[in-house]
Nanobody, 118 residues
Framework: QVQLVESGGGLVQAGGSLRLSCAAS????????MGWYRQAPGKQRELVAG???????TYADSVKGRFTISRDNAKNTVYLQMNSLKPEDTAVYYC????????????WGQGTQVTVSS
C-alpha cells in the first residue's frame, strides 16, 4: 500500500511563495511518475506539474515559469515550489502517483489547502 502525505499548504498573499512537500512510503518517488494536482471549488481536478521517473517535467500553462516540481529520492519526497502566487492558484493541492499517463492515478494523498489572498 502506497501512502502519500502532503504538507506545506497555508494562507499567503498574492505574489508570495509556498513550498509543498509530499512524503511517500517506500522507495516509489525515484521509479514512478509523480504529480501535483489541484482542485478549486466547483472545478475539476487538474494536473499542475508532473515529474517522470526519468526526471522530465511537465507543467500546466497557467503555472509555467512560476512553479517548479522536484524530488529527493533519498527522502522519498516530491516538492512543489510555488512562486508569484495568484488568487486563482487557490485550491486543494494533491500529490499522486501516475501510471502510464497523467490522467491515470492510482494513489492520492489527502490534499493540502493553499489559499492566496488578493
Amino acid at each position: 500500500q502506497v501512502q502519500l502525505v502532503e504538507s506545506g499548504g497555508g494562507l499567503v498573499q498574492a505574489g508570495g511563495s509556498l513550498r509543498l512537500s509530499c512524503a511517500a512510503s517506500g522507495s516509489i518517488v525515484s521509479i514512478n511518475a509523480m504529480g501535483w494536482y489541484r482542485q478549486a471549488p466547483g472545478k475539476q481536478r487538474e494536473l499542475v506539474a508532473g515529474i517522470s521517473s526519468g526526471g522530465s517535467t511537465t507543467y500546466a500553462d497557467s503555472v509555467k515559469g512560476r512553479f517548479t516540481i522536484s524530488r529527493d529520492n533519498a527522502k522519498n519526497t516530491v516538492y512543489l515550489q510555488m512562486n508569484s502566487l495568484k488568487p486563482e492558484d487557490t485550491a486543494v493541492y494533491y500529490c499522486a502517483r501516475a501510471r502510464g499517463s497523467w490522467s491515470k492515478v492510482d494513489y492520492w494523498g489527502q490534499g493540502t489547502q493553499v489559499t492566496v489572498s488578493s
